[in-house]
Antibody, heavy 120, light 110 residues
Framework: QVNLQESGPGLVKPSETLSLTCTVS?????????WGWIRQPPGKGLEWIGT???????FYSPALKGRFTISLDTSKNQFSLKVSSVTAADTAVFYC?????????????WGQGTLVTVSS | QSALTQPRSVSGSPGQSVTISCTGT?????????VSWYQQHPGKAPKLIIY???HRPSGVPDRFSDSKSGNTASLTISGLQAEDEADYYC??????????FGGGTKLTVL
């Protein structure tokens, strides 16, 4: 049974860089599968941020403007998300998830989510 | 890349069936059989209930089913139960290794 757990600061100041980590247990991320980040602003819907393949190749939502970076740390069995120049609009619950399927298009295991508030 | 269109809310009585639509374009829903559906209870993480057209993860009741016609995918929940009250989201592959979610639908069990 694979488990995912997000960690990071609950509060970030505007213009700073947000760093989140997803720790995976029960499966070695270097073995296979892909891993993704999704966010959900309070009271709003889900938004796909991006996916990283176990090879390290990354894909991001074209709707976002290049402030997002996903990376793998196979030594710690973790993957991370960095968001630069955050604004209040980045306030959201951030979820990490395992991504799978022939088109790497669905999320079969999710973390519990972590709320990040952007405020001075 | 715009969010897929879902009704804001649907409702039904216990035992009834409800259908939630998810409308996209030929570049996403209509172009691939890679639509997934998620159930999200308040304060909880989403849960995968349907993937890749007609596939249900183990443990998901067969009361949950899906279909697709053109650019619209649909989730049908039959034999509604109180525990089905939740938000439901569709998600589609949109080409070039990208994904797009729907805006979400709130299901109320009357």
């Amino acid at each position: 049974q694979v488990n995912l757990q997000e960690s990071g600061p609950g509060l970030v100041k505007p213009s700073e860089t947000l760093s989140l980590t997803c720790t995976v247990s029960g499966y070695s991320i270097s073995t296979g599968y892909s891993w993704g980040w999704i966010r959900q602003p309070p009271g709003k819907g889900l938004e796909w941020i991006g996916t990283i393949y176990h090879s390290g190749i990354t894909f991001y939502s074209p709707a976002l403007k290049g402030r997002f970076t996903i990376s793998l740390d196979t030594s710690k069995n973790q993957f991370s998300l960095k968001v630069s120049s955050v604004t209040a609009a980045d306030t959201a619950v951030f979820y990490c998830a395992r991504v799978t399927g022939a088109t790497v298009a669905f999320f079969d295991n999710w973390g519990q989510g972590t709320l990040v508030t952007v405020s001075s | 890349q715009s969010a897929l269109t879902q009704p804001r809310s649907v409702s039904g009585s216990p035992g009834q069936s409800v259908t939630i639509s998810c409308t996209g374009t030929s570049s996403d829903v209509g172009g691939y059989n890679s639509v997934s559906w998620y159930q999200q209870h308040p304060g909880k993480a989403p849960k995968l209930i349907i993937y890749d057209l007609h596939h249900r993860p183990s443990g998901v009741p067969d009361r949950f089913s899906d279909s697709k016609s053109g650019n619209t995918a649909s989730l049908t929940i039959s034999g509604l139960q109180a525990e089905d009250e939740a938000d439901y989201y569709c998600c589609s592959y949109a080409g070039s290794n990208t994904l797009v979610f729907g805006g979400g639908t709130k299901l109320t069990v009357l």
